[in-house]
């Protein structure tokens, strides 16, 4: 029983389908986005439910691309989408096209128009919006309504045909003007477009609309569960009605919430903004929800995949934590990644005791986490760099880290004692001088001592230099969607810091695009694409801890 409460609503429905034998026991989705922008982390969930519904009961999905708006449509958004599918880890059954079917769905409408449900209107799309009524009122029917069968046939033949502009005809479904549905009040089902389209060129001049050529596309692969989000629960009567009059093999609708995360927009518009007008570097900037972008990010499969499966299958729309998903990768990172040191703001350590132009080969392991990692070798010399906010020339009771007289540990070697420190002009620390005890080596401390404090450093001898990008979420506000005024006036001004000459340790240095490390004290970081053998590039993926809840709690 507890297995069975634990059912989402659309595992429900399937599997009380399979035990009254509908469809033959089969179970057949399919994914089918519209090529005209990059996938976001909404499209994930859909993916994640379309397939793993289709695994979990031994079925099949289709990658169907709803190419009806040649427009707006690329194969590079195409070949964008593939990428994300296999990235996320799935494979499709088929890969088929909207545009597969012209030929089938131009036949359905002429059976529409003979059986008089569908007629040519003439009429502007002003006119069809101002006879169309309000939800309170119901509309008027065209003057072109009752047009004769053997006349739309005509007219709908010389539209295919490209005897007319663009804007100058429509076939429009006879169904119910007075219906408290607006869907239902004489849906347009073709428009004439004069555009090149990017599988069947210039051979196609009338284009069916979503409605029209959706359900039908369905029916035509034999889909059994066709799963949308909540936006188009007006739409299932007019899907149903489609299906229906044509009576073709019954697809069936079902929709659930689609996913909306705080600090973030999800709209292709306004996603296409931000790039278009320069607030990102592209679709795939770190910063944006695209599964591109979080990919370069950092983020794996797996935790995107674990982060749709924990936040469920909703009825009802609501607002998800970011910060969910950001711990899902913190999980699996701080298993999976090698921990390295990296000094982003640095300050000179000049160990006094310790002798000049020796070089020590301590050994630091690589992940504590998982023992098979193994270690890797880190030198070690008189003159460190550590960060400077690890050291105060005056510092409070609480600080743990450096200061005059102050004892600490360097991570992975020895304890040390601020003894002195040099100054500028402008009273910045620019040295600091520290003596060491030999006895207190990491792994071998014989010293006695204890010292709350540990901190990183790289020997200045042997540090690489890297470009580190700080990555933090794109928006301030909690809903940028739902804010007054431009939504891109919310953008947070520090969404990216660039550390141009961070110091890396020498284990890094070698490091490739895709590979994730766990910056000691510091996060989660992936190494960039922009990456060369001069230059190593750094993004980071996420904090060691949530900080945006610290500033939750302050607000």
């Known amino acids: 029983m507890s297995e069975e409460r634990s059912l989402n609503f659309l595992e429900q429905i399937i599997e009380e389908d399979l035990a009254k034998g509908a469809n033959g026991g089969r179970v057949h989705t399919r994914f089918p986005p519209e090529p005209n922008g990059y996938l976001h982390i909404g499209h994930a969930k859909s993916i994640c439910l379309n397939f793993g519904?289709?695994?979990?009961?031994?079925?099949?999905?289709?990658?169907?691309?709803?190419?009806?708006?040649?427009?707006?449509?690329?194969?590079?958004?195409?070949?964008?989408?593939?990428?994300?599918?296999?990235?996320?880890?799935?494979?499709?059954?088929?890969?088929?096209?909207?545009?597969?079917?012209?030929?089938?769905i131009y036949n359905f409408a002429v059976a529409l128009i003979k059986k008089g449900l569908a007629y040519v209107d003439d009429s502007t799309a002003e006119e069809i919006a101002a006879l169309k009524g309000t939800p309170t009122e119901p509309g008027k029917d065209s003057p072109y309504r009752n047009r004769g069968v053997e006349e739309n046939l005509q007219l709908?033949?010389?539209?295919?045909?490209?005897?007319?502009?663009?804007?100058?005809?429509?076939?429009?479904?006879?169904?119910?003007?007075?219906?408290?549905?607006?869907?239902?009040?004489?849906?347009?089902?073709?428009?004439?477009?004069?555009a090149h389209h990017h599988r069947t060129g210039d051979k196609w001049c009338i284009y069916p609309m979503y409605d029209f050529a959706h359900g039908q596309s369905d029916s035509i692969e034999h889909i059994t569960h066709s799963i949308c989000t909540l936006e188009f629960v007006p739409h299932r009567p007019l899907y149903d009605w489609f299906i229906e009059k044509l009576e073709i093999f019954p697809s069936h609708q079902y929709e659930f919430a689609r996913l909306n995360l705080n600090y973030t927009v999800m709209s292709k518009r306004k996603l296409k903004q931000l790039v278009e007008e320069g607030f990102v570097r592209g679709w795939d900037d770190p910063r944006m929800p695209t599964i591109s972008a979080l990919r370069r990010r950092g983020f794996t499969p797996a935790s995107i995949r674990t982060f749709c499966d924990r936040i469920g299958i909703q009825k009802r729309d609501n607002l998800i934590e970011v910060s969910l998903l950001e711990y899902f990768i913190r999980e699996e990172l701080n298993r999976t990644?090698?921990?390295?040191?990296?000094?982003?703001?640095?300050?000179?350590?000049?160990?006094?005791?310790?002798?000049?132009?020796?070089?020590?080969?301590?050994?630091?392991?690589?992940?504590?986490?998982?023992?098979?990692?193994?270690?890797?070798?880190?030198?070690?010399?008189?003159?460190?760099?550590?960060?400077?906010?690890?050291?105060?020339?005056?510092?409070?009771?609480?600080?743990?880290r450096l200061g005059p007289g102050n004892m600490v540990r360097l991570k992975y070697a020895y304890i040390i004692k601020c003894d002195s420190f040099d100054k500028d002009a402008d009273g910045n620390i620019t040295t600091i001088y520290c003596s060491y005890l030999p006895e207190s080596r990491s792994g071998g401390d014989s010293s006695g001592l204890t010292v709350k404090g540990t901190i990183h450093w790289v020997s200045a001898a042997h540090a690489a230099k890297a470009e580190v990008r700080l990555y933090d979420r794109l928006f301030k506000v909690d809903d940028p969607n739902n804010e007054?005024?431009?939504?891109?006036?919310?953008?947070?001004?520090?969404?990216?810091?660039?550390?141009?000459?961070?110091?890396?340790?020498?284990?890094?240095?070698?490091?490739?695009?895709?590979?994730?490390?766990?910056?000691?004290?510091?996060?989660y970081f992936c190494v960039d694409p922009d990456t060369t053998p001069e230059k190593l590039v750094l993004n980071r993926t996420v904090t060691l801890k949530d900080t945006w809840a610290k500033e939750a709690k302050k607000g």
């Open 156 to 194: 709908f033949e010389k539209m295919k045909n490209g005897e007319f502009k663009d804007g100058a005809k429509v076939l429009r479904a006879k169904v119910d003007m007075a219906s408290p549905n607006m869907h239902m009040r004489d849906p347009i089902m073709y428009r004439i477009k004069h």
């Open 337 to 400: 990644a090698n921990r390295v040191m990296v000094v982003t703001d640095p300050v000179k350590l000049v160990i006094t005791n310790y002798p000049e132009g020796q070089v020590e080969e301590l050994q630091a392991e690589n992940n504590p986490e998982d023992e098979s990692a193994g270690t890797r070798i880190l030198p070690f010399s008189n003159t460190l760099y550590i960060e400077r906010d690890d050291f105060m020339e005056n510092p409070p009771k609480k600080f743990f």
């Open 484 to 523: 007054e005024g431009d939504f891109k006036s919310y953008i947070n001004p520090d969404s990216l810091q660039v550390v141009e000459n961070a110091l890396i340790e020498p284990a890094l240095a070698s490091a490739k695009p895709g590979d994730r490390f766990q910056f000691l004290r510091k996060g």
């Open 53 to 104: 519904l289709a695994q979990k009961y031994n079925g099949q999905t289709n990658l169907r691309f709803d190419d009806t708006n040649p427009v707006t449509e690329d194969t590079e958004y195409v070949d964008s989408i593939k990428a994300d599918i296999k990235w996320l880890g799935f494979e499709w059954a088929n890969e088929l096209y909207a545009s597969d079917y012209f030929e089938q």
